[in-house]
């Protein structure tokens, strides 16, 4: 049986401004390291490929509207009707 995640992209990242909405299907509980992945491949950039830790600074990770801090965190699954944002600041002040 398949699964839905909703994905929610916003934001400037790589000098690129993206503005993206869509369901990535899954079979199973995923790991997020793996969502990243999925995300790459389907947008067709390299968006999460470089990092390995912590996200860059400006970078705002929300599953189900709690935030996450470290890439890397392995227990940190998505299951059927999670919903991820990937958010980036435009400005400061």
Same mark, same amino acid.
Request: charged share 25%; no cysteine.
């Given at each position: 049986?398949?699964?839905? !995640?909703?994905?929610?992209?916003?934001? #400037?990242?790589?000098?690129?401004?993206?503005?993206?909405?869509?369901?990535?299907?899954?079979?199973?509980?995923?790991?997020?390291?793996? !969502?990243?992945?999925? #995300?790459?491949?389907?947008?067709?950039?390299?968006?999460?490929?470089?990092?390995?830790?912590?996200?860059?600074?400006?970078?705002? !990770?929300?599953?189900?509207?709690?935030?996450?801090?470290?890439?890397?965190?392995?227990?940190?699954?998505?299951?059927?009707?999670?919903?991820?944002?990937?958010?980036?600041?435009?400005?400061?002040?």
């Amino acid at each position: 049986m398949s699964h839905e !995640i909703e994905v929610n992209i916003r934001g #400037i990242f790589a000098q690129k401004f993206l503005k993206e909405s869509f369901s990535l299907e899954i079979q199973k509980e995923t790991p997020l390291a793996e !969502i990243f992945r999925l #995300i790459d491949k389907k947008l067709k950039i390299k968006l999460f490929a470089k990092v390995k830790d912590e996200f860059p600074a400006g970078w705002v !990770i929300l599953l189900n509207g709690d935030r996450i801090n470290y890439f890397s965190d392995s227990t940190t699954v998505l299951k059927h009707q999670d919903q991820l944002s990937v958010l980036s600041a435009l400005g400061g002040g």
